[in-house]
């Protein structure tokens, strides 16, 4: 697993994958989703929560493409432990907030809202519409932000407002929604 692009560029992450029982963006999926979301957005000007952040892959990858606002949550003690020792080699003091914690604990307890919401829980989660519902109810995400889900086939999240898209890469899928808020779209024009 490396870091694709940026100022971090090639760097190798080498968790221990056998004891974490994690399952990381690929490289190839992660490459695929930030070409979509370099076309979409200001990388550095964006204020990303990444949600079961496990190897920290996606929120280094934010973090190597000049975000200056990333949020990381998981419950998983030795997942945060080894990014704040990967962040801590790298000189992420500023850019990189590590919160050990439960994925729909943490929004419930939260007010911050963002320009992207990347949520990679374990393929066999199922509170994905949960943790959808309060990131909308709540105004977690920001006009014209999106909330990214990764998941395998057997989801189907098309129904639900908002849905933009889904994108397969190999066995991973990616559901896109963008929130768009036509009243201070108009207001601000």
């Not at 490459?31 to 979509?36: D, G, R, S, V, Y």
């Not at 204020?47 to 990858?61: N, R, Y």
């Not at 949960?130 to 999106?146: D, V």
Request: charged share 25%; aromatic share 16%; proline share 4%.
């Amino acid at each position: 697993m490396r870091i694709i692009s940026g100022k971090f560029k090639g760097r190798r992450l080498n968790p221990p994958l056998t004891k974490w029982n994690t399952r990381p963006t690929m490289d190839f999926s992660r490459e695929a989703l930030f070409n979509i979301l370099e076309n979409r957005f200001n990388l550095p000007s964006v204020k990303v929560l990444d949600l079961f952040g496990g190897t920290g892959s996606i929120s280094l990858e934010f973090v190597s493409r000049g975000s200056q606002h990333v949020v990381y949550v998981d419950k998983n003690a030795a997942c945060v432990q080894f990014l704040k020792g990967e962040a801590k080699s790298m000189g992420l003091a500023g850019e990189l907030n590590l919160f050990r914690d439960d994925a729909l604990r943490y929004l419930e307890k939260h007010e911050e809202s963002y320009d992207i919401i990347f949520c990679d829980p374990p393929y066999d989660y199922s509170n994905y519409e949960p943790i959808y519902r309060i990131i909308f109810e709540k105004g977690l995400i920001l006009n014209r932000g999106m909330l990214i889900f990764e998941h395998d086939k057997r989801k189907d999240f098309s129904h639900l407002p908002y849905f933009l898209q889904i994108r397969k890469y190999g066995t991973s899928f990616f559901s896109f929604f963008e929130y768009f808020d036509e009243v201070n779209s108009i207001s601000s024009l």
